[in-house]
Protein backbone atom coordinates (compact mmCIF):
# COMPACT_ATOMS: atom_id res chain seq x y z
CA UNK A 1 0.00 0.00 0.00
CA UNK A 2 1.02 3.48 -0.63
CA UNK A 3 -0.64 5.17 1.87
CA UNK A 4 -1.79 8.44 1.30
CA UNK A 5 0.01 10.23 -1.37
CA UNK A 6 0.09 14.05 -2.42
CA UNK A 7 1.12 15.84 -5.17
CA UNK A 8 3.17 18.51 -5.67
CA UNK A 9 5.19 18.47 -2.68
CA UNK A 10 5.84 21.79 -3.72
CA UNK A 11 3.87 24.55 -5.40
CA UNK A 12 4.64 28.13 -5.77
CA UNK A 13 1.46 30.81 -7.09
CA UNK A 14 1.01 34.69 -7.73
CA UNK A 15 -1.69 35.86 -6.26
CA UNK A 16 -5.48 35.09 -8.07
CA UNK A 17 -4.42 32.00 -9.55
CA UNK A 18 -6.14 28.96 -8.84
CA UNK A 19 -4.89 25.39 -8.52
CA UNK A 20 -5.37 21.49 -7.31
CA UNK A 21 -3.93 19.91 -4.76
CA UNK A 22 -4.41 16.13 -5.52
CA UNK A 23 -4.62 13.60 -2.23
CA UNK A 24 -5.15 10.16 -2.84
CA UNK A 25 -5.21 7.01 -0.30
CA UNK A 26 -5.27 3.05 -1.12
CA UNK A 27 -6.54 1.81 1.88
CA UNK A 28 -10.41 1.96 1.05
CA UNK A 29 -11.15 4.83 3.92
CA UNK A 30 -14.54 6.76 4.20
CA UNK A 31 -13.19 9.74 5.35
CA UNK A 32 -10.94 12.29 4.19
CA UNK A 33 -9.82 15.74 5.55
CA UNK A 34 -7.91 18.32 4.58
CA UNK A 35 -5.84 20.55 7.52
CA UNK A 36 -3.43 23.16 6.97
CA UNK A 37 -0.38 23.77 9.10
CA UNK A 38 1.30 27.29 10.00
CA UNK A 39 3.84 28.18 12.61
CA UNK A 40 2.18 28.33 16.11
CA UNK A 41 -1.22 27.59 14.92
CA UNK A 42 -0.88 23.48 15.11
CA UNK A 43 -3.17 22.02 12.29
CA UNK A 44 -6.64 23.44 11.34
CA UNK A 45 -9.78 21.80 9.36
CA UNK A 46 -10.29 23.31 5.70
CA UNK A 47 -12.80 20.46 4.85
CA UNK A 48 -13.54 16.90 5.44
CA UNK A 49 -15.52 13.95 3.82
CA UNK A 50 -17.53 11.03 4.97
CA UNK A 51 -18.21 9.23 2.07
CA UNK A 52 -18.28 9.41 -1.80
CA UNK A 53 -20.44 12.37 -2.58
CA UNK A 54 -20.32 13.58 1.02
CA UNK A 55 -18.38 16.64 1.92
CA UNK A 56 -18.40 18.98 5.04
CA UNK A 57 -16.41 21.80 6.15
CA UNK A 58 -14.12 22.27 8.63
CA UNK A 59 -12.59 25.03 10.97
CA UNK A 60 -11.14 27.11 7.87
CA UNK A 61 -13.03 26.49 4.50
CA UNK A 62 -13.17 29.85 2.74
CA UNK A 63 -11.08 30.17 -0.12
CA UNK A 64 -11.16 26.72 -0.77
CA UNK A 65 -13.73 24.00 -2.37
CA UNK A 66 -13.34 20.26 -2.28
CA UNK A 67 -15.26 17.39 -4.20
CA UNK A 68 -15.44 13.22 -3.44
CA UNK A 69 -16.31 11.72 -6.54
CA UNK A 70 -14.65 8.42 -5.52
CA UNK A 71 -13.43 6.75 -2.55
CA UNK A 72 -10.24 7.57 -3.01
CA UNK A 73 -9.21 10.84 -4.34
CA UNK A 74 -10.13 13.76 -2.35
CA UNK A 75 -8.63 17.43 -4.26
CA UNK A 76 -8.48 20.27 -2.50
CA UNK A 77 -9.09 23.15 -4.88
CA UNK A 78 -7.70 26.71 -4.34
CA UNK A 79 -10.04 29.01 -5.99
CA UNK A 80 -8.18 32.51 -5.98
CA UNK A 81 -4.62 31.91 -4.21
CA UNK A 82 -3.73 34.71 -1.65
CA UNK A 83 -0.90 35.24 0.20
CA UNK A 84 -2.92 34.02 3.68
CA UNK A 85 -2.91 30.88 2.00
CA UNK A 86 0.63 29.75 2.32
CA UNK A 87 1.26 27.27 4.33
CA UNK A 88 1.71 23.21 4.52
CA UNK A 89 -1.46 21.07 3.86
CA UNK A 90 -1.93 18.14 4.73
CA UNK A 91 -4.58 15.63 3.82
CA UNK A 92 -5.38 12.54 5.71
CA UNK A 93 -7.53 9.55 5.90
CA UNK A 94 -9.46 6.93 8.22
CA UNK A 95 -11.71 4.12 8.36
CA UNK A 96 -14.73 5.65 9.42
CA UNK A 97 -15.11 9.20 11.21
CA UNK A 98 -17.95 7.62 13.45
CA UNK A 99 -15.50 5.26 14.96
CA UNK A 100 -12.94 7.80 16.62
CA UNK A 101 -10.42 5.17 17.97
CA UNK A 102 -9.32 5.03 14.49
CA UNK A 103 -6.35 6.27 13.39
CA UNK A 104 -5.78 8.53 10.95
CA UNK A 105 -3.00 8.73 8.42
CA UNK A 106 -1.70 11.58 6.92
CA UNK A 107 0.45 12.18 4.07
CA UNK A 108 3.41 14.07 3.40
CA UNK A 109 2.40 17.29 3.18
CA UNK A 110 2.05 20.16 -0.06
CA UNK A 111 4.18 23.45 0.93
CA UNK A 112 2.32 25.75 -1.06
CA UNK A 113 4.23 29.60 -0.88
CA UNK A 114 1.51 32.13 -2.31
CA UNK A 115 3.38 35.70 -3.69
CA UNK B 1 -16.20 24.42 21.37
CA UNK B 2 -13.26 21.24 22.15
CA UNK B 3 -9.64 23.12 22.59
CA UNK B 4 -6.32 21.60 23.13
CA UNK B 5 -3.42 23.34 24.81
CA UNK B 6 -0.03 22.10 24.69
CA UNK B 7 2.89 23.85 26.47
CA UNK B 8 5.02 25.95 24.22
CA UNK B 9 8.35 24.97 22.56
CA UNK B 10 11.12 24.06 21.90
CA UNK B 11 12.21 21.59 24.68
CA UNK B 12 15.91 21.31 24.71
CA UNK B 13 17.02 18.15 26.24
CA UNK B 14 20.22 16.01 26.34
CA UNK B 15 20.06 12.60 25.26
CA UNK B 16 19.02 10.25 27.77
CA UNK B 17 16.97 13.01 30.17
CA UNK B 18 13.75 12.29 31.19
CA UNK B 19 10.79 14.35 28.78
CA UNK B 20 7.52 15.52 30.21
CA UNK B 21 5.32 17.42 27.77
CA UNK B 22 2.19 18.94 29.19
CA UNK B 23 -1.44 18.89 27.23
CA UNK B 24 -4.13 19.67 28.71
CA UNK B 25 -7.96 19.59 27.34
CA UNK B 26 -11.72 20.96 26.98
CA UNK B 27 -14.25 19.48 25.82
CA UNK B 28 -17.42 18.48 26.92
CA UNK B 29 -18.27 14.74 27.38
CA UNK B 30 -15.41 11.77 27.02
CA UNK B 31 -13.31 12.45 24.08
CA UNK B 32 -10.82 10.39 22.72
CA UNK B 33 -6.82 11.87 23.25
CA UNK B 34 -4.27 11.53 20.94
CA UNK B 35 -0.43 12.03 20.76
CA UNK B 36 1.10 12.62 17.28
CA UNK B 37 4.44 13.08 16.03
CA UNK B 38 6.05 15.07 12.95
CA UNK B 39 9.45 14.29 12.05
CA UNK B 40 11.51 16.91 9.81
CA UNK B 41 10.28 17.15 6.24
CA UNK B 42 7.07 14.31 6.77
CA UNK B 43 3.45 14.45 7.77
CA UNK B 44 2.34 12.92 10.73
CA UNK B 45 1.88 9.64 12.58
CA UNK B 46 -0.01 8.46 15.84
CA UNK B 47 2.24 7.98 18.59
CA UNK B 48 -0.48 6.50 20.99
CA UNK B 49 -3.77 7.12 21.95
CA UNK B 50 -6.09 6.90 24.73
CA UNK B 51 -9.98 6.59 24.42
CA UNK B 52 -11.35 6.15 27.82
CA UNK B 53 -10.49 7.92 31.70
CA UNK B 54 -7.15 5.90 33.42
CA UNK B 55 -6.01 4.32 30.28
CA UNK B 56 -2.65 4.42 29.30
CA UNK B 57 -1.34 4.91 25.89
CA UNK B 58 2.29 3.85 25.08
CA UNK B 59 4.69 3.31 21.95
CA UNK B 60 8.15 3.35 21.12
CA UNK B 61 8.60 4.33 25.22
CA UNK B 62 6.48 6.88 24.98
CA UNK B 63 3.47 6.97 27.50
CA UNK B 64 0.51 9.35 28.39
CA UNK B 65 -2.71 8.60 30.72
CA UNK B 66 -5.53 9.68 30.00
CA UNK B 67 -6.89 11.84 33.33
CA UNK B 68 -10.25 12.90 33.44
CA UNK B 69 -10.36 14.88 36.90
CA UNK B 70 -7.42 16.74 35.48
CA UNK B 71 -8.48 16.76 32.12
CA UNK B 72 -4.97 16.23 30.85
CA UNK B 73 -2.60 14.05 28.85
CA UNK B 74 0.70 14.32 29.44
CA UNK B 75 3.16 12.55 27.35
CA UNK B 76 6.40 11.12 28.97
CA UNK B 77 9.40 9.08 28.14
CA UNK B 78 12.06 7.72 30.17
CA UNK B 79 15.37 8.59 28.35
CA UNK B 80 15.13 10.54 25.09
CA UNK B 81 17.19 10.10 22.06
CA UNK B 82 18.40 12.49 19.20
CA UNK B 83 15.99 10.08 16.64
CA UNK B 84 12.75 11.29 19.39
CA UNK B 85 13.44 14.90 17.89
CA UNK B 86 10.20 16.12 16.39
CA UNK B 87 7.43 18.14 16.72
CA UNK B 88 4.40 16.50 18.78
CA UNK B 89 0.80 17.52 18.55
CA UNK B 90 -1.45 16.68 20.90
CA UNK B 91 -5.39 16.07 19.99
CA UNK B 92 -8.52 14.90 20.96
CA UNK B 93 -11.58 13.45 19.01
CA UNK B 94 -15.02 13.25 20.28
CA UNK B 95 -16.57 9.99 20.38
CA UNK B 96 -20.47 10.80 19.33
CA UNK B 97 -21.08 10.89 15.44
CA UNK B 98 -19.13 12.10 12.58
CA UNK B 99 -16.28 14.14 14.62
CA UNK B 100 -13.47 15.79 13.36
CA UNK B 101 -9.55 15.78 15.17
CA UNK B 102 -8.71 19.16 17.16
CA UNK B 103 -5.12 19.46 17.65
CA UNK B 104 -2.87 21.40 19.95
CA UNK B 105 -0.87 24.12 18.59
CA UNK B 106 2.41 21.02 18.55
CA UNK B 107 5.60 21.02 20.56
CA UNK B 108 8.91 21.04 19.02
CA UNK B 109 11.71 18.93 21.12
CA UNK B 110 15.30 18.89 20.35
CA UNK B 111 17.63 16.24 21.87
CA UNK B 112 21.46 16.98 21.50
CA UNK B 113 23.61 14.09 22.04
Known amino acids: NAGVTQTPKFQVLKTGQSMTLQCAQDMNHEYMSWYRQDPGMGLRLIHYSVGAGITDQGEVPNGYNVSRSTTEDFPLRLLSAAPSQTSVYFC??????????????FGPGTRLTVT | GDSVTQMEGPVTLSEEAFLTINCTYTATGYPSLFWYVQYPGEGLQLLLKATKADDKGSNKGFEATYRKETTSFHLEKGSVQVSDSAVYFC????????????FGKGTMLLVSP
Open chain 1, 92 to 105: ASSYSGQVSSYEQY
Open chain 2, 91 to 102: ALIQNSGYSTLT
